[in-house]
């Protein structure tokens, strides 16, 4: 089958699984394609040629002066599970980690109940959408694995606690992420600075939600 072809494939395969209440983890056939490595040609070069994603930066998070630890093998020393309902709350106060001034029933629904394995030092790779894209259409033009945690979001967001200026764009544009939920679907975690605070919602994504240019598309 050609790559065109499964790329087709695979698309109509994890509306159809998301729609039937599985998530994309719930079909056989989409759990060995997401343990599939990516392609010798895949990665931010793939998504570039693809004239939908531009890669524009990459970020360490944590920033890390030990850089002797491999990324994928390191948890952050100290830090037990991250428990995403302990984190992500409204709080704009000065008291606040994070300045977060709206929190989409979708996003509390789906993601305030997820528990995690203790953070690591993961290196992000930031892309711009250059033309009008839906949600399917974005994953399909990326190479596994580009799902983020939760944890990648927070740490992020850390980082830019009051709107201050650094991988996540704070000109009122989504900054946008692939994540499995609580009960391990798919959705997409838009973030978005307001002035006020962060306001961070979600969206299955079986609803193929359309994101217009302009938008960052943040990935492992």
């Known amino acids: 089958m050609g790559r065109r072809s499964r790329t087709i494939t695979l698309g109509a395969a994890l509306i159809l699984s998301e729609c039937l209440g599985g998530g994309w983890a719930g079909s056989d056939a989409l759990r060995a394609e997401s343990r599939r490595p990516p392609a010798p040609a895949g990665g931010p070069a793939a998504a570039a040629t693809s004239g939908r994603l531009r890669p524009v930066s990459k970020v360490r998070c944590p920033p890390s002066a030990d850089t002797t630890e491999p990324l994928t093998t390191s948890a952050l020393r100290g830090e ?11 709080d704009i106060s000065a008291r606040s980690e994070v300045r977060i001034s709206w929190l989409g029933a979708g996003f509390g629904r789906r993601y305030l109940a997820k528990v995690e394995p203790p953070p690591d030092v993961t290196s992000l790779q930031v892309f711009v959408l250059d033309k009008p ?15 983020i945690r939760l944890a990648d979001i927070w740490c992020l967001l850390k980082l830019q606690p009051n709107g201050e200026p ?5 000109n009122a544009v989504s900054n946008l992420f692939f994540v499995r939920d609580a009960i391990g679907a798919l959705g997409v975690v838009d973030v978005l600075w307001s002035g006020a605070g962060w306001e961070i919602g979600a969206s299955s994504i079986a609803r193929n939600r359309p994101w217009p240019p302009g938008r960052q598309v943040i990935t492992r």
């Open 166 to 170: 650094g991988a996540l764009s704070v």
């Open 80 to 90: 037990a599970a991250f428990v995403a309902y302990d984190r992500f709350r409204e």
């Open 133 to 147: 894209s839906r949600s399917v259409a974005i994953a399909e033009t990326m190479h596994h694995p580009y799902e």
